[in-house]
């Protein structure tokens, strides 16, 4: 089944300039429940942009976008936010974690909107972040009391915690040294293997590509390869 | 819950700036309501001289005497009109008999309101008996040659306690009437002019002075405590119910002061609106600051789930929550200053002759008012939530792809 669908999207974007900026042009391809899948090429492939559209957070300039069975092009911002809520998880390259939040918080953040009873939020962010190796003396700081390293699992935590049917990770290594990325990269291919979550990535670390099950390249905005390995 | 969090740590986030704005919010308010509460105490001075002075809360007298005070406009049976009065309890009377004339010492003449009272049913009215700075009242006996002066008109005529002056006025033959009458005592009033108008004498006195026989020119009433004044006057009308009479309150009697008041009203509003669009740019430019740094955390909170009208209201609870510090502040500081001067009174003896022309002594008591307070609470929420609704909305309209990556 697949969890993702997309159907010959386009985006053009203007840029500071108000330049037309063709950033993907006529994208189709699918992918299935519990991949641990890539996107990859240079930068300025349009690699964010596809990932972003997948997401919910951009609109495609044609085209459709079926996401968790919804198609996402037609939904209103709440309508988008409740999606982005209910059904997905985020994995930005900068952490992206809200400063005034202690670790707990944030990892608990999207269970609190969904109005998960404290007890069930506490049992599931502690699981999760005994999972991700993050020490208990950590959960009451906040983000920049914390490494990068400690950041980046909190927000997969925060990620996790939600039981999201996909989670969209943008060049989640990029701000790590090697060692912690690839420490955190086995993490998340074993939380794909034993939960059978979906991982979608972008990025170009080649750390990222050699794990992915799947790694589709990107062009100037085209699709010019999909390999499964 | 967990918006109610992000919100008030964010107020903490930078405490100077919150600092500034719970001042800004807090010094507004206290301008307002200290502006209201002197202005109010000015005010209700200006109307208790009225009523405590002359006539108290209710005058009762002949149709048409108000608008032309001649002799011959006098209550023909006062006391059917006191008895009639009796049957409403708590009412305290005193009969006047009012006459315009001349008073004349040894070297000048002065034009004059000549009070005939009675001394002991006055001194529940008004409060002459207790405005004494020099000699006494006058005894009961109200046929006793006794005057009692203002002042100002002492000087005036230069005449001290001791003295005699002669008053003389057209009676209700029209002939010159005359009497000569020993001053024997002083009093101060908040107005140098009332001073110079007023003088008392016995009732009896004043009678014969007028070529009166039992016949008074007015009747004034002084209502008991938590009184409605309109209900009052409406109660005493239909009790007397005589076309004969004319039955007026305070209020009837000085339209220009509750012109003033009515305008003051409406002017409390205009000084509290400026005020709060003073502080209006001040709140919406901080918030439009947090706003501009904290794009990326709105486009963060958004895309894991948080709806925009969540990021509205996020922004709504941080400006309720100053507000309410703000407005403690101001309240605070307000009870703070006002209860102190309300009690000790604000000294303006440098503004004396300017306060005198409005019937106002040099202390002034500020007073707060409920509709004051309500207003200055109302309108500070009002002010605030307006500040906060461009960049509120703004907040939420961010796309969450170009929030996430604002540096």
Redesign the interface.
Known sequence: MNIVALNSITKVYQDKNRIPVQALTDVSLTIGDGEFAALAGPSGSGKTTLLNIIGGLDKPTHGTVHVAGRELTSMNRDELAEFRLQSLGFVFQAFNLIPVLTAEENAEFMLLLQGVPAEERHARVQREFAELGIESDLMQRRPSELSGGQQQRVAIARALVSHPKLILADEPTANLDSKTGSVLLDQMKKLNEKKGVTFLFSTHDTMVMERASRLLLLHDGELVEDKRS | ??LW??AW??IW?NPRRTAVLVTSIGIGLLGYLGTSAFSRGFLTQMVESTINLSGGHVLVSAKGFLNNPQVRMRIQEPGVVESLLQQTPGLARAPIVSLDGMINSSETAAGVTINGIDPDKESRVTVISEALIEGRYLHNGNSAPEIVVGEALAQKLNVLVGNKVVLMISDIQNEISSGAFRIVGLYRAPSSDFEKRYVYIGKTAAQKLAGYEREISSISIRLQEGYVLEEQVESIRSLLDRPDLEIVSWKDRNPLLVLSIEMYDASIVIIAIIMFIAIAFTIANSFLMVIHERI??F???????????NIRRMLYLEALIITILGALLGFVLTLLLIGYYGNAGLDLASMAQGLAMFGVGTVVYPEIWAFDVTVGLVGIIAVVFLSVLYPAIKASRF???DA?RFV
């Open positions: 819950m967990i969090k992000i740590r964010n986030r990326q955390e486009g963060i909170m958004m895309a894991n789930g948080v709806m925009p009208k796309e969450v792809v996430i």
